[in-house]
């Protein structure tokens, strides 16, 4: 068991025909992920992967031939919010947004309608899911991780591969690890990942690395105090960010005294989460 | 991106938001010609992208075109919080009867915009917020929807505006909101609105933040960026398209992913160093963008050790050590440089690091503490 993917996915790709698309397809499938049709508009009709992958124009007619049930997103951030759209209107469970850089006005539009359906968005600006030896949507190398008991949930990158690498070394295993991904306004957030872990059998503890900005870790405080019976334990970067400076991560800012370090590491410690002063520590607080 | 009052008071009159007659002078002669075209009695205002000009001494009235000359003189020039101000803002000088606070901006929590007003206006909004939040009026915009009327009027009302100025306010209202929404704006904002003598609302001052994200659609708002508000080494990244904050410390760091950058400078403060730095150079770390980041960061005089911390992923360590040393061979860096590669052929990559007689690491607290005791040795 695991969440959101699996062996059972059937993923296609959007933007599937320009170079991160592409490569990041040769690694999914690579890894065994079920990639089963690819989208760029203009070139439906064409094959990628040696002729393994077909491409289609749009993603609903890609979605009819293939039985696809998950996205993946490699569009330029000027068409991101367009592919989200397209995929939420041709009926997908799931949606991996990995495009980095798209406007926030684009995104509070897009999360307004998501809200309203039935698909689960992740991202953007993230880098996907993996669930080791099953499946994996989006660009996590999957050499960093083995399958095992841990869930992880993670607002960044290569801090997350960091972490799956060390556990790795340790011996220890994850169930699935998602990226949310660093932007102020995305489509899934701690709260909702640390729920499906809760539920989730193979999921035996969990692992979250959150950053400054916004308020999602307190609330994630707030679950795991009265939500959750699981073990967490947490890392937060950027307790020497400056106030009013953006971190790289569009999201990873202080403002007006709201999103410092300090009080994300207060609210979980006082929810009971073995709080890491650095990222090698965590293995030790999670076995 | 900030921009300046002056084009975020133009932008706003785009959208129908009056504003007073003004002129943009970078001479005492320009502000003195200014003022005889407006009618003699001018605001001199200094255009810095920093708040409290007013209280620095960067704005002030003037009652004749020869007086504005002599302001002008007086603030151009002028230094306020590190900024040199090379232009001022010449408006016709308006008479006061209130202030009332109008802003836009995102609401993170709730993902949507929202309009704030106060009948408090031309004070600091945060420092109401912070004291006297009741003060403020939130309305938040559905982005699927836009403002609605029913809004404003609640507004309105609610800030026990004169009911003969609700009809202008609504104009105001609106335009705020298309000027944000188009222009993709993070801040839209007028502080203070002002109620005249005469019983009509102009807005005297303005302010905007743009998101750099959104700035592919807008290329002319792209060229209002004023570079000499920044560290000119923060533009040289962004022209390299690295993500770079300049920090107090000693310890530079280059690191690859933003989460990580920020751990890295967490670990060097953990254990007894201090980051010059904030650096990302993003996925692949060719030799060309490390040799850009080396000198950005060597630009730094504070600067006595380098942190390199690459997690290897689906970039290889070793091609990641190749692009150092090359980096390396070109910048000839003068401090010690302390290199963690982890990852996928991390250890092939070490090998080829200490061929070089690099410093190199394999843990994250051994990388900080060999970064650490080589800057107290320099």
Same mark, same amino acid.
Request: proline fraction near 5%; charged fraction near 25%.
């Given at each position: 068991? =695991? ?7 059937? #993923? ?45 124009? =749009? ?34 469970? #799931? ?60 607002? =960044? ?6 972490? #799956? ?9 994850? =169930? ?112 | ?7 975020? @008071?133009?932008?706003?009159? @785009? ?119 009741? @003060? ?167 600067? @006595? ?74």
């Amino acid at each position: 068991m =695991s969440i959101l993917v699996n062996k059972d996915t059937r #993923l296609l790709v959007q933007g599937i025909t320009g170079n991160e698309g592409l490569f990041h397809t040769q690694q999914m499938v690579a890894y065994g992920t079920n990639v089963v049709a690819g989208v760029t508009p203009g070139k439906g009709g064409e094959w990628v992967m040696d002729g393994k992958v077909p491409v289609f124009d =749009s993603v609903k007619l890609a979605a009819e031939a293939t039985g696809a049930n998950a996205s993946v997103i490699f569009v330029p951030a000027r068409f991101a919010a367009d592919a989200i759209f397209e995929a939420a209107d041709a009926g997908l469970d #799931l949606i991996v947004c990995i495009t980095e850089g798209v406007p926030v006005s684009d995104m509070m539009r897009v999360r307004a309608y998501i809200d309203q359906i039935d698909t689960r968005l992740l991202g953007p600006n993230c880098p996907g899911l993996l669930t080791p030896g099953e499946a994996k949507v989006g660009i996590i190398p999957g050499n960093i991780a083995i399958p095992g008991n841990v869930g992880a949930v993670s607002r =960044s990158g290569t801090l997350t591969y960091e972490v #799956l690498y060390a556990l790795k070394q340790k011996g220890m295993g994850a =169930s699935t690890c998602v990226g949310i991904g660093g932007d102020p306004v995305n489509g899934t957030n701690f709260i909702d990942v640390l729920a499906m872990f809760e539920d989730d059998p193979a999921t035996d503890k969990v692992v979250m690395l959150g950053e400054i900005g916004g308020t999602d870790e307190e609330k994630a405080a707030e679950f795991i105090a009265t939500k959750m019976t699981k073990p967490v334990a947490a890392f937060i970067a950027g307790q020497t960010a400056p106030p009013g400076k953006q971190m790289g991560h569009a999201g990873a800012i202080i403002q007006s005294g709201s999103g410092a370090a300090a009080d994300k590491i207060k609210a979980l410690e006082e929810a009971g989460v073995r709080v890491a002063k650095h990222p090698e520590e965590l293995p030790d607080l999670l076995s | 991106m900030k921009i300046h009052e002056y084009q975020s @008071k133009r932008i706003f009159a @785009k959208y129908g938001v009056p504003i007073p007659n003004g002129k943009v002078a970078i001479t005492p002669q320009e502000a003195y010609d200014a003022a005889k075209d407006l009618g003699g009695r001018v605001i001199i205002k200094s255009q810095v992208l920093v708040g409290g000009r007013g209280k620095a001494g960067g704005v002030k009235l003037a009652n004749n075109p020869d007086e504005a000359k002599e302001r002008a003189a007086e603030i151009l020039g002028m230094d306020i919080k590190g900024l040199t101000v090379r232009k001022v803002l010449v408006d016709e000088a308006s008479n006061i009867a209130s202030e009332i606070y109008l802003g836009i901006t995102n609401d993170r929590e709730k993902r949507m915009p929202v309009m704030m007003v106060s009948a408090e206006g031309g004070v600091d909004i945060e420092e109401v917020a912070r004291v006297s939040p009741e @003060k403020i009026i939130k309305v938040h915009i559905n982005p699927l929807l836009g403002l609605q009327g029913y809004q404003i009027r609640d507004i309105a009302a609610s800030i026990e505006l004169p009911r003969r100025n609700w009809k202008e306010f609504g104009v105001i209202a609106n335009g705020l909101w298309k000027a944000y929404k188009g222009t993709d704006a993070t801040l839209a904002e007028v502080n203070p609105l002002i109620i005249t003598a005469e019983e009509t609302l102009l807005a005297v001052d303005g302010k905007m933040l743009i998101d750099d994200s959104s700035l592919f659609r807008h290329p002319d708002l792209a060229e209002m960026r004023d570079i000499d508000t920044e560290a000119e080494t923060e533009t040289i990244a962004r022209e390299h398209d690295l993500a770079y904050i300049q920090l107090d410390g000693e310890i530079g760091c280059m690191v690859n992913g933003a989460g990580l950058a920020m751990t890295t400078m967490d670990i060097v403060n953990l254990f007894g160093g201090s980051p010059a730095n904030f650096l990302d150079i993003g996925g692949g770390a060719n030799a060309e963008k490390v040799a850009a980041a080396f000198r950005i960061i060597l630009s730094d005089p504070k600067v @006595k050790a380098v942190l390199i911390n690459i997690f290897g992923g689906i970039t290889r360590g070793d091609e990641v050590a190749k692009g150092i040393l090359e980096a390396i061979e070109e910048v000839k860096p003068t401090v010690p440089m302390v290199v963690r590669l982890v990852g996928t052929n991390a250890e092939e990559g070490r090998a080829l690091l200490a061929d070089a007689d690099m410093l190199t690491a394999e843990t994250l607290v051994e990388a900080a503490q060999k970064a650490v005791a080589a800057a107290k040795e320099a």
